[in-house]
Structure formats: structure tokens, C-alpha cells
């Protein structure tokens, strides 16, 4: 199915693409490097590091963060010196579940682009590819994805690469926009963007990268209004939502075990990046040299 040239599904893995056009590359990226997409592909629009601090600290933001956090927290294990990673932007919830690990890391993909966390201390934060972590095998504990599977150019390929990190037995928790909710509708919030996802679609690509859901939540059952006077019943409705409306709940989040009994299959492939020097002022250096040859041969 087509809309308005923009195809709903991929030819592999039938994810659904950005309901809309646009560049997926923000400009703190676009000045970093430049990326090969596959042909073929649409790439899902995602909402940059600026519009994404500006979203949280609104006031909108702030109940949403805060909705989230009680997700997570129904169904985070806590974990003693644990290895956290991440991915996304997570810093909100970092600062909340990250406090009693050992190492506490924050992954922010080179299209959205990166801040300095922690505010005060030593920078835990890298500027990565989802499908291309920076991490040996079976090096993390936990990650934490927000804001990130709902943008990546292959969900199935950024689960294997997380598949790949995670410790025997390591947890994964995945916060995505619900299809079904009214959240991923608008596009004045950062959930309004990217690849929603249904609960049964977000299992089966669970599935199928060898992880096993473990637990279930949700989160976001007000109406994303910026009107005050809507803000101010936000408990009223959440609590309400949560009872009577969770299928249509704006967030689902879900945490995941890594799954051992079935191995995968090992395939060498080549990174679909190219790096070219955007800044580069070769040609102003070759004029450069030219004139300068010119100046000595006629002092000669």
C-alpha cells in the first residue's frame, strides 16, 4: 500500500515507515558525516536532540517523562552493579534507574545527535550507529531504548546488534509510540514521529531476534493537549486510562530476556556506512599551491 509515494511497509521485515516525507538526518549530523541508505527505503522521520530537550522541558513534556518513569517502574528489577547502556534519548530515565549501576553509559544515534550527560561530571554519553555498537560481545547488563527503535532504519537488524551486546540472561526495555494510541498521531510531540508500533508487532520482532518478553506496560493515557486546563487533569486521566482504555495507552513498554537455547546465524556483512570529510577545503588548498607556484616562478 502506497500513500502519496510514501510506501507503509518494507519489502523485509513489514515494518511500517514514516507516515511522511522528510530528511532523516539532523544538523548537528549533517555536519558530522554523510550516510548511504539503501535504495528502496524511506527513511523514518525522527525528531532531533534540540526538539527533543525542548519537548521535556516543557510542561507537556514533564507529565510524559513522568508517566514513562512509572512504567518502567512496574516492571524494573533492580539490579546491583549492573552495566546499564542507553539508546536513544534516555537521559530522563538515566537519571532515575542509572543510580545504582556500576556503569551507566548513554547511546544517542548520529542522525538524532548527542548532549554531554552527566550535567557536572565525567561524559558517559557516545555518538553511535544502532547497528553498530561500540561494544564487544555480551558486554552490558541491561539497555534502555527510547526514542530509538521506532527511528532506526532496520528495527530487526538494531535488535540483533543489541542481541549481540547483551550478557547471557541481560535485559532489554523497549518504550515505543502504540499504534493504536492517540499520541503517535500528532507530530507536535516526539512520539507523533517515526515507526509506531502495535503490541503484536513489537513481540514478533522480539521474536524473531531471540528475545523473550517478560513483562508488559503502559503509559501515556492523557490526551497529548498542550491546554492547561487539560495538563491539570492529567492524573484523573491517567489513572482512568490505565483502567478502563490501556489499549489505547500512547507508549508500550516492554522488557525482554535475552534468549541462548537458539543460536544465531553468523554472517559476515559490510558496514553500510561511508564516511566522507564534509569540511575538507581541498580545493581551496590545490588553488592555493597553484598560486603560490605561479608568484615563485615569475620572482624567478
Same mark, same amino acid.
Given at each position: 500500500?502506497? @500513500?502519496?509515494?510514501?510506501?507503509?511497509?518494507? *519489502?523485509?521485515?513489514?515494518?511500517?515507515?514514516? /507516515?511522511?516525507?522528510?530528511?532523516? &538526518?539532523?544538523?548537528?549530523?549533517?555536519?558530522?558525516?554523510?550516510?548511504?541508505?539503501?535504495?528502496?527505503?524511506?527513511?523514518?522521520?525522527?525528531?532531533?536532540?534540540?526538539? &527533543?530537550?525542548?519537548?521535556? %522541558?516543557?510542561?507537556?513534556?514533564?507529565?510524559?517523562?513522568?508517566?514513562?518513569?512509572?512504567?518502567?517502574?512496574?516492571?524494573?528489577?533492580?539490579?546491583?552493579?549492573?552495566?546499564?547502556?542507553?539508546? =536513544?534519548?534516555?537521559?530522563?530515565?538515566?537519571?532515575?534507574? =542509572?543510580?545504582?549501576?556500576?556503569?551507566?553509559?548513554?547511546?544517542?544515534?548520529?542522525?538524532?545527535?548527542?548532549?554531554?550527560?552527566?550535567?557536572?561530571?565525567?561524559?558517559?554519553?557516545?555518538?553511535?550507529?544502532?547497528?553498530?555498537?561500540?561494544?564487544?560481545? %555480551?558486554?552490558?547488563?541491561?539497555? &534502555?531504548?527510547?526514542?530509538?527503535?521506532?527511528?532506526?532504519?532496520?528495527?530487526?537488524?538494531?535488535?540483533?546488534?543489541?542481541?549481540?551486546?547483551? *550478557?547471557?540472561?541481560?535485559?532489554?526495555?523497549?518504550?515505543?509510540?502504540? $499504534? $493504536?494510541?492517540?499520541?503517535? $498521531?500528532?507530530?507536535?510531540?516526539?512520539?507523533?514521529?517515526?515507526?509506531?508500533? %502495535? /503490541?503484536?508487532?513489537?513481540?514478533?520482532?522480539?521474536?524473531?531476534?531471540?528475545?523473550?518478553?517478560?513483562?508488559?506496560?503502559?503509559?501515556?493515557?492523557?490526551?497529548?493537549?498542550?491546554?492547561?486546563?487539560?495538563?491539570? @487533569?492529567?492524573?484523573?486521566?491517567?489513572?482512568?486510562?490505565?483502567?478502563?482504555?490501556?489499549?489505547?495507552?500512547?507508549? @508500550?513498554?516492554?522488557?525482554?530476556? !535475552?534468549?541462548?537455547?537458539?543460536?544465531?546465524?553468523?554472517? *559476515?556483512?559490510?558496514?553500510?556506512?561511508?564516511?566522507?570529510?564534509?569540511?575538507?577545503?581541498? =580545493?581551496?588548498?590545490?588553488?592555493?599551491?597553484?598560486?603560490?607556484?605561479? !608568484?615563485?616562478?615569475?620572482?624567478?
Amino acid at each position: 500500500m502506497q @500513500l502519496g509515494g510514501i510506501t507503509r511497509h518494507n *519489502a523485509k521485515g513489514g515494518y511500517p515507515t514514516s /507516515r511522511e516525507p522528510g530528511d532523516c &538526518l539532523s544538523r548537528p549530523a549533517r555536519h558530522l558525516l554523510r550516510r548511504s541508505v539503501p535504495a528502496g527505503t524511506v527513511p523514518a522521520m525522527i525528531t532531533d536532540i534540540v526538539a &527533543l530537550r525542548a519537548f521535556y %522541558s516543557s510542561l507537556i513534556g514533564r507529565l510524559a517523562e513522568r508517566s514513562i518513569a512509572m512504567a518502567l517502574s512496574a516492571i524494573w528489577s533492580k539490579g546491583s552493579s549492573e552495566r546499564l547502556v542507553g539508546l =536513544g534519548y534516555t537521559l530522563p530515565w538515566l537519571d532515575r534507574f =542509572g543510580g545504582d549501576a556500576e556503569r551507566c553509559f548513554a547511546f544517542m544515534p548520529a542522525a538524532q545527535g548527542a548532549v554531554a550527560w552527566p550535567v557536572g561530571g565525567a561524559c558517559s554519553t557516545a555518538l553511535v550507529f544502532e547497528e553498530e555498537l561500540p561494544l564487544p560481545d %555480551s558486554s552490558v547488563d541491561r539497555v &534502555l531504548m527510547v526514542h530509538s527503535l521506532e527511528h532506526a532504519e532496520n528495527p530487526q537488524q538494531t535488535l540483533l546488534e543489541i542481541w549481540r551486546v547483551l *550478557a547471557p540472561g541481560g535485559r532489554l526495555v523497549i518504550a515505543v509510540p502504540n $499504534r $493504536r494510541g492517540m499520541w503517535a $498521531r500528532f507530530e507536535h510531540t516526539p512520539f507523533g514521529t517515526g515507526r509506531p508500533f %502495535s /503490541r503484536t508487532q513489537l513481540a514478533e520482532a522480539l521474536r524473531e531476534a531471540n528475545f523473550t518478553a517478560t513483562s508488559w506496560s503502559d503509559a501515556l493515557h492523557f490526551p497529548p493537549s498542550q491546554r492547561r486546563a487539560m495538563l491539570k @487533569l492529567h492524573n484523573l486521566l491517567e489513572q482512568a486510562g490505565r483502567r478502563f482504555w490501556p489499549i489505547f495507552a500512547g507508549v @508500550l513498554v516492554v522488557e525482554a530476556e !535475552k534468549r541462548l537455547y537458539q543460536g544465531l546465524p553468523v554472517a *559476515a556483512r559490510a558496514s553500510r556506512r561511508v564516511f566522507v570529510p564534509v569540511l575538507s577545503p581541498q =580545493g581551496a588548498t590545490r588553488l592555493g599551491a597553484t598560486r603560490r607556484v605561479e !608568484k615563485e616562478g615569475q620572482g624567478a
